[in-house]
Structure formats: structure tokens, C-alpha cells
Nanobody, 124 residues
Framework: QVQLVESGGGLVQAGGSLRLSCAPSGRTFRSYAMGWFRQAPGKEREFVSGISRSGGVTAYADSVKGRFAISRDNAKNAVSLQMNSLKPEDTAVYYC?????????????????WGQGTQVTVSS
């Protein structure tokens, strides 16, 4: 069982940066692939970024590629999402998720554990 708590959301102007953090509980954090998803009002939850269990493989949605960077520190039980050059269309609730497996995963169904989400608002 993994419990996930996100932090770091907030209000930022377009072009600014935020860093989201996810603090999974449990000693088996390194056993899970991790991902970030987001959900804007009236829209479906969508994949943002994923990282393999080892941290050696990462993946990004086309809409954030080149602007966002995912990382993990297995020794500190932490995964982060650095978001740069933010745009108003990045406004959403961002969720951290954990998946059983070694690779990275893009679909919601692959993730067994979810955080409560943190709001990111980008003003124009």
C-alpha cells in the first residue's frame, strides 16, 4: 500500500515556474513506477509525465515536452515535477500516481495509487 501526498501547487503568472513534489509513504517506494496526471475543469484526467522505477526512463505528453521535467530520489522517497514556461492551459489539478511495475505508464488504469491532487493556476 502506498499513500501519496502532493505539494507545491499555487498561482503563477504565465511564463513562470512551479515545482510539484510527491511524498509517497512506505518503504517500497522504489518498487513503483511513478507518474503525474492533471485534470482541468470540464476535462478528462490526462497523462503529463511518467518515470520508471529506477528513474532511468522518463516520458512526457507532447503538450509539456521541453517545459516540464520529472525526477525521483529513491533514497528520499520523493518524486518531483519541475514545470517551467507555464501557460494558462496548464491550469489544472495535478495528481501524483504510483504503478506496480518497472517501466513508465501512460494510462490511468495502470496506476493503482493516487494522491489527492494539488491545484496549479496559471494566469495570463
Amino acid at each position: 500500500q502506498v499513500q501519496l501526498v502532493e505539494s507545491g501547487g499555487g498561482l503563477v503568472q504565465a511564463g513562470g515556474s512551479l515545482r510539484l513534489s510527491c511524498a509517497p509513504s512506505g518503504r517500497t517506494f522504489r518498487s513503483y513506477a511513478m507518474g503525474w496526471f492533471r485534470q482541468a475543469p470540464g476535462k478528462e484526467r490526462e497523462f503529463v509525465s511518467g518515470i520508471s522505477r529506477s528513474g532511468g526512463v522518463t516520458a512526457y505528453a507532447d503538450s509539456v515536452k521541453g517545459r516540464f521535467a520529472i525526477s525521483r530520489d529513491n533514497a528520499k522517497n520523493a518524486v518531483s515535477l519541475q514545470m517551467n514556461s507555464l501557460k494558462p492551459e496548464d491550469t489544472a489539478v495535478y495528481y501524483c500516481a504510483a504503478a506496480d511495475g518497472s517501466n513508465w505508464y501512460q494510462t490511468i488504469a495502470d496506476y493503482a495509487y493516487w494522491g489527492q491532487g494539488t491545484q496549479v493556476t496559471v494566469s495570463s
